[in-house]
RNA sequence: AGGGGUGUCGCCAAGCGGUAAGGCAAUAGACUUUGACUCUAUCACUCAAAGGUUCAAAUCCUUUCACCCCUGCCA
């Protein structure tokens, strides 16, 4: 799977453009890392690997307002996790080399310092169809901006009163080259640097500045930066001799069908306590993700097979939860879990009845795993397992019927109970003789398979499935998580997962799961077949 | 006529002038003591539309249409 910026550096290395690539993955830390991300993180760290480059991880600290250490720690900690190796750098730290870079601009007339309002340059930016007017201090002279400058460091201005600007043309049809802001004052501790700054880069000037400086050569970033290229390219070649000069390259940022990736609205959700923290496992975060049971393999399975182009496009969920089925298919620990179950009475039984069954695990035609479990005869089975009054096809309980119970034998249902509200509270059958699984010479056919769970040995859980977060008009979900009791065997719990809860679904523990409180996240339920 | 992008199967996505890859989804069937897995088959005479160039066009040219981005001292 090839993409377009791949053809590019295959070019570049091709012609000799460059010996060595280097990429990167630039976050600003003001948030989670989120599966967008791991697009970019895997589009650049693959690319770095394949072709025997470097991939840095590089925090866009430019702006103190939004940024805290906590986000460094925790996108590191998920940089890891996702397999991701290499040189993490600050833009912070080359606050000085802007900076001298900046009064090189000023040197040479290409920047100065504007003491309009606010709202005074946005007024003479123009607009789309209208040209922008020149400010009054385009004309200063070199050494009043060097002077104003130095005061802007000096913290003689208050936050908004003075900007440094790059003297470009208030003519262009790219807004984005109307003399720009290069630098605003900020009078804002630094989660790294503290006070030291009262200045601080804006993007546009700071990005380029620190993908030369790490002689990245490759610059990846989302479709919403075209218009910004002009400017990159800019401020590369006139704000002083780098060493290398990076390209960037702009592709198209990762859409889920059904989940919202805006980090303000993921914020707000965190904020709002509507989810228990940025690793909720409802959350589309690495992190949410984690939690939820998906591994990291599975989103880098899931990246290269959405691939990378320039087209805004949505990828359907289902590409995702294929991904993850795939994977836990071969390593998940099939288990048999009832969910709110239903017991079911086995009336031509003893009470001190109980026998021994082989459950195995088939996959692909292949005995994957064996393992020895006791039946008795109260059990459990799903509630959705038996139906009193079942649809066309149903191929579970109903009176009357012979259903195998799993690994064990074909029982004949001979009638339920229902409480005083007519749901049903028990099932009663009789065990076919001779009907046991592997030793079957009955020559009853059962009209389908479902599992249970021995009643002496069943321990509590509680399983979360989940729905979206968020509905498409962004408004929280209240049913994006649904808590539902259920029984499982406790030979299970030797096992610290993933488990395939039998014909339900992939699962893993819940990180609050604790022996007294059993809980389970639904990864992702498996294909149903069931029409 | 502001500028910059993008339009190939329901959803992603290859394709780079020589006659439409692949994945997901779907459908049909086989297998099945998981309605899972696995297997087999089907699924774009057509590439936003219309013209044109060419022996040959999704690929080149022209025009049109649709959608996305840009008027932060955010990134």
Redesign the pocket.
């Known amino acids: ?4 910026i791949e ?1 590019i550096i295959i070019n570049d290395l091709k012609t000799g453009k460059y010996k060595n690539i280097v990429l990167r993955f ?3 830390p ?1 948030g989670y890392l989120h599966i967008g991300h791991a697009k970019a993180i895997l589009l650049n760290y693959s690319l770095a690997k394949k072709y025997n480059g470097i991939c840095n991880l590089r925090f ?1 600290d ?2 103190p ?2 940024e805290d250490n906590e986000y460094v720690k925790a996108i590191v900690e998920d940089m890891k996790w996702l397999g991701w190796n290499g040189d993490i750098f600050f833009a912070s730290d080359y606050f000085d080399i802007m900076l001298q870079a900046a009064i090189r601009l000023i040197k040479k007339g290409k920047a100065y310092v ?1 003491t ?3 709202e ?3 007024l003479m ?5 209208t040209k922008g007017t020149d400010s009054a201090c385009r004309n200063f002279s070199v050494e009043k901006n060097l002077s104003l400058f130095q005061d802007m460091q000096l913290g003689k201005f208050e ?5 440094l600007r790059a003297k470009i043309d208030m003519s262009s ?4 080259m109307r003399d ?2 290069l630098y ?3 009078n804002i501790a630094h989660h790294r640097k503290g006070d030291k700054y009262k200045v ?5 000037f ?2 380029p500045i620190e993908d030369a400086i790490e002689n990245v050569t490759h610059s990846c970033c989302s ?7 002009p400017l990159y390219d800019w401020v590369l070649a006139e704000s002083g001799e780098w060493g290398s000069i990076p390209q960037q390259y ?1 592709f ?1 940022r990762l ?1 889920i ?1 059904g989940i919202n990736l805006s980090k303000r609205e993921l914020k707000k959700l965190v904020v709002d306590k509507l989810v228990s923290g940025w690793d909720d496992p409802r959350m589309p975060t690495l992190k949410g993700f984690r939690r939820r049971g998906y591994t990291a393999s599975s989103l880098w399975d899931f990246c290269d ?12 969920i ?2 995702l ?3 993850i ?2 994977e836990l ?2 390593t998940a620990k ?1 288990v048999m879990v009832a969910i709110d179950p239903v017991e079911l009475f086995i009336v031509n039984r003893s009470d001190k009845w109980k026998e021994t069954v082989n459950f ?6 292949q005995v994957v795993a064996s393992e020895k479990i006791e039946i008795s005869n109260k059990i459990f089975i799903d509630r959705a397992d038996f139906s009193i009054d079942p649809p066309p ?4 309980m109903q009176k009357n019927g012979n259903i ?5 034998y074909i029982v004949h249902c001979e009638d339920y109970k229902l409480d005083k509200d007519g749901r049903v509270i028990q099932v009663l059958c009789s065990i076919i003789e001779n ?6 010479i009955s020559g009853v056919k ?1 009209s ?4 249970w769970v021995n009643s002496q040995s069943a321990v509590d859980i509680i399983v979360q499935q989940f729905n979206n977060l968020l509905d498409e008009q962004g408004v929280f979900n209240k049913k994006s998580v649904i808590r539902i009791n259920a029984k499982m065997d406790k030979y299970a719990l030797t096992h610290s997962g993933p488990f ?1 809860f ?3 679904g992939f699962y893993c523990k819940d990180a609050c799961s604790s022996p007294k409180n059993l809980i389970f996240n639904q990864t992702v339920g ?6």
């Open positions: 799977m090839s993409n377009f053809e630039p976050p600003e003001n866009d430019t702006n307002s939004t504007d309009t309002s606010y005074g340059i946005k930016r123009g607009d789309l169809n936050n908004g009163e003075a900007v049809p790219n807004m984005n720009p802001v605003r004052v900020l601080y880069p804006l993007y546009d700071a990005h479709l919403e930066f075209e218009n910004h290229r702009e198209a859409n069908s097979k959405i691939g990378v182009a320039k087209s805004n496009s949505i990828v359907d289902k590409m939860e294929s991904c089925r795939d298919n071969l099939r195995e695990t088939v996959i692909n035609s096809k149903y191929k579970r195998r119970l799993k690994s064990a009907s046991k699984s592997g030793e079957d059962a389908g398979v479902i599992h395939q039998l014909r339900n498996l294909k149903d077949g069931y029409k």
